[in-house]
């Protein structure tokens, strides 16, 4: 249903930057191959597999989150993690995500999946933590 949603809109022009979020981890692999059809355009990173996060925002739903996108999607467009609060104690949720994040790809440089390249991964820590938003929200 959703891949027909889609590209409905997609076909009429009318499909914006989105954003889908999942509440069943089982599902991470069909949703990021599925939004990966729908990328074209001036936009980068047009469709979002979103963070996890409600029952999925602890180690094993975000570390399996973080797996999908990367094996199958780009990580490097990944406008990173969310709140959806304003509490103070949301603040420790995003430093958990960055170690998190930061530990996937160390594991990735440690098996040789990645480069041992502390600027290209420095940069692409800091654009999945913080300028990727930027972008795609258009923030000054």
């Excluded at 959703?2 to 590209?7: A, E, I, S």
């Excluded at 930057?17 to 990173?45: C, H, R, W």
């Excluded at 999946?113 to 991964?121: E, G, K, N, T």
């Excluded at 300028?131 to 929200?137: S, T």
Aim: proline share 2%; aromatic share 12%.
């Amino acid at each position: 249903g959703l891949q027909r949603l889609l590209d409905g809109l997609e076909q009429r022009q009318r499909l914006g930057k989105t954003i889908v979020y999942n509440l069943n981890p089982k599902d991470n692999e069909m949703l990021v191959s599925l939004l990966g059809n729908f990328q074209a355009g001036p936009s980068v990173g047009k469709l979002q597999f979103g963070a996890a996060w409600w029952f999925l925002d602890q180690l094993s739903g975000m570390t399996r989150q973080l797996d999908a996108l990367s094996s199958l999607g780009l990580l490097s467009s990944f406008v990173g993690m969310l709140t959806d609060s304003r509490s103070f104690v949301s603040y420790s949720r995003h430093e958990y995500f960055r170690r998190l994040l930061c530990n996937l790809l160390g594991s990735d440089i440690e098996r040789g999946l990645l480069p041992s390249d502390a600027d290209l991964i420095g940069h692409l820590v800091r654009d999945v933590c913080y300028f990727n938003a930027k972008r795609y929200f258009d923030w000054a």
